[in-house]
């Protein structure tokens, strides 16, 4: 069988009808945290980001994401927000930091994410550590400024993910793990697959997470973010079920992510094939 590399130029289908990307180009910002296809054309190489600056992105993402949707919750004890207001909160949020950082991070602010890009080797594994450690810095960071800010008025144990009855720690396990594996479906169709349109990623994201804690924000507080769990449990002192809100999450992100790198072989697959018949 021929491979691959001496189809691909000979084909005149495609799975997309966006043309071809050059190898420089491929990079998603999902992947390596550099400039977006949409950005190649236009950038100046040598303003790429160091790694310094990715962890210190990655940071202050998570900061803000996890200050302003734990911030929500504990908002919602005192003025009744509801779940829908907390969702828009969430996803809000998370739209606005992969277009705010994104460029330079790869916006992950999720150790799940960055396994499961790891995993698939779309990041290189030399950077997981730093990342995960910067993600939870500032998720602790952003539960302890919370801290400050409430004082006693709202405790910081609300923000803490835990599951409600009558849901037992077998279906909370499920929840996570599917409401993750959704969220990582989204990511890898349109942040690091080269034939998407990558200047909606965000938008879409933040729809996907907005979506899953409508859904799942009352029943186990929707993680899909180890990170977004352990700082809170830090600070409050709280680590009942954490284990479960860390591995659910990795295991959902990790499945999906090698579902659709599957999928994307078997599409090269069916074009291996149409070219030979």
Known sequence: MAEVSDLLPNLNLSC???PPLSSSDQLS???EGKISPSQASTANPTASPTNA???IAELVGTYVIVFIGCGCWMMDKRYSLGVIGVAVAWGLVV???IYALGHVSGAHFNPAV???LATCHKFPWRQVPVYIASQLVGS???ARVLVMIFHDHVKIEVTVTQFVGPTTIYEAFAWEFLLSFILMLTICGVATDSRAINEL???TIGATVLFNVLIAGNVTGASMNPARSIGPALVAGKFDNLWLYILAPIFGTT???????????????????????
């Open 16 to 18: 997309s009808p966006k």
């Open 29 to 31: 910002i999902m992947e």
């Open 53 to 55: 600056h990715k962890i």
């Open 95 to 97: 739209m606005v930091m």
């Open 114 to 116: 960055t396994i499961a």
């Open 140 to 142: 602790t960071l952003a």
């Open 201 to 203: 990623s965000g938008v």
């Open 255 to 277: 499945t999906a992510t090698l579902i659709y790198t599957l999928l994307w072989l078997l599409c090269l697959t069916n074009l291996m094939e149409v070219h030979e018949f």
